[in-house]
């Protein structure tokens, strides 16, 4: 419905003293009353919901949008630790052979303990400088 004011004012004025100039608008309606239901939970909470349901953006193309945000986000996070390891393959292949021997020599140390135990020939080969 329309609306009119009756009586008070449309604008009011801060003051000096940070009182209000001016009195308080009233309004009445005119015309016919139109009453709309919007259900509980269909209705706009925030205010960035009711922008985008006044622009016309649905629910369903917001879940579309986040679904594709998300898979984005998983892809740019994956494809770079894929490349790191790919590109480290040798590496780390070296590496994790070193750790074995190191668990190896580690183990036959403590169940050895009393007896001189050698290490392995290959036992320096890939010890970090």
């Known amino acids: 419905p ?15 003293r940070g009182n209000w100039t001016g009195q308080d608008p009233v309004c009445e309606a005119t015309g016919e009353e139109v009453s709309i ?4 939970d269909e209705e706009p909470t925030t205010e960035a919901e009711r922008v985008m349901a006044s622009i016309g953006i649905k629910d369903s193309d917001k879940e579309t949008t ?3 945000i998300g898979i984005i986000g998983i892809v740019m996070m ?7 390891v ?6 780390l292949k070296a590496h994790f052979k070193m750790m074995v021997r190191n668990l190896k020599e580690g183990w ?7 007896t001189k ?3 392995t020939s290959r036992g320096q080969e890939y010890a970090l400088s």
């Not at 790919?86 to 590496?91: E, G, K, L, P, Q």
């Not at 036959?108 to 009393?114: K, L, N, P, S, Y």
């Open 86 to 91: 790919v590109s480290d393959f040798n590496i």
């Open 66 to 68: 986040n679904i594709t």
């Open 2 to 16: 329309r609306y009119r004011l009756v009586s008070g004012q449309l604008w009011k004025v801060c003051g000096p």
């Open 37 to 40: 239901f919007v259900p509980e």
């Open 108 to 114: 036959r140390h403590i169940t050895h303990r009393g």
């Open 78 to 84: 994956v494809v770079p630790v894929v490349l790191l």
């Open 117 to 119: 135990v050698e290490p």
